[in-house]
C-alpha cells in the first residue's frame, strides 16, 4: 500500500528511526494514514501512566490513533524538526489533519524523493516530554543522594 515510503535512520540526530519518501511529493498531498487501535483519550491518559504513551494521533475525545503496539504503522515513524533537537536547515514539510475521521500525514510543501517527512507534534507535547526528562533527573539525582 505504501512502497513509496520507507523508514530508516532519521536525518534529526538522536531521533533515532524516521519517515522517508522514495517519489516527488507535491504540496498538500495525503501521504500516509496514521494506523493503530482506537481507542478513548480516557484510554490514552492510562496507557500514558503505564509509559505507553507518544503514538497517539487525536481525533477527538472518543476517538484516539495508538499506534504504540504497532511498529508496523508508518506514520509513527513522522519526527517533528522542531523536537528537543533542532538542526539549522532540517524544518517540518508535513502536517496532520484530519480526513473522513481518520487521521493523516499531508505535505505542507513540495517533497523531493529521498527526504524525510517531517511533521510537527505541538508545542504541548514537547513541553510535556521536557517536563518528564526534568522528572527524570530529579528521580535519578534522589537515588544517587541515597547511594
Known amino acids: 500500500m505504501y512502497e513509496d515510503l520507507e523508514v530508516k535512520e532519521s536525518i534529526i540526530p538522536g531521533a533515532g528511526k524516521g519517515l522517508f519518501v522514495n517519489r516527488d511529493v507535491?504540496?498538500?498531498?495525503?501521504?500516509?494514514?496514521?494506523?493503530g487501535e482506537i481507542i478513548s483519550w480516557k484510554e490514552?491518559?492510562?496507557?500514558?501512566?503505564r509509559d505507553e504513551g507518544g503514538y497517539v494521533f487525536y481525533i477527538n475525545q472518543n476517538k484516539c490513533i495508538d499506534a504504540f503496539h504497532m511498529p508496523e504503522a508508518l506514520a509513527r515513524f513522522a519526527n517533528d524538526a522542531r523536537g528537543l533537537i533542532k538542526e539549522k536547515g532540517i524544518k517540518n514539510n508535513c502536517q496532520y489533519e484530519v480526513?473522513?475521521?481518520s487521521g493523516w500525514i499531508t505535505t505542507t510543501k513540495n517533497i523531493k524523493?529521498?527526504?524525510?517527512?517531517l511533521v510537527s507534534?505541538?508545542?504541548a507535547y514537547w513541553r510535556d516530554i521536557r517536563?518528564?526528562?526534568?522528572?527524570?533527573?530529579l528521580k535519578?539525582?534522589?537515588?544517587?543522594i541515597g547511594k
Do not use: F, P
Open 99 to 101: 480526513y473522513k475521521n
Open 131 to 137: 517536563h518528564n526528562i526534568k522528572l527524570e533527573k
Open 26 to 35: 507535491k504540496k498538500g498531498e495525503r501521504i500516509v494514514e496514521y494506523l
Open 121 to 123: 507534534y505541538g508545542a
Open 140 to 144: 535519578r539525582a534522589k537515588e544517587n
Open 113 to 117: 524523493a529521498g527526504s524525510e517527512l
Open 44 to 49: 490514552c491518559d492510562t496507557r500514558a501512566e
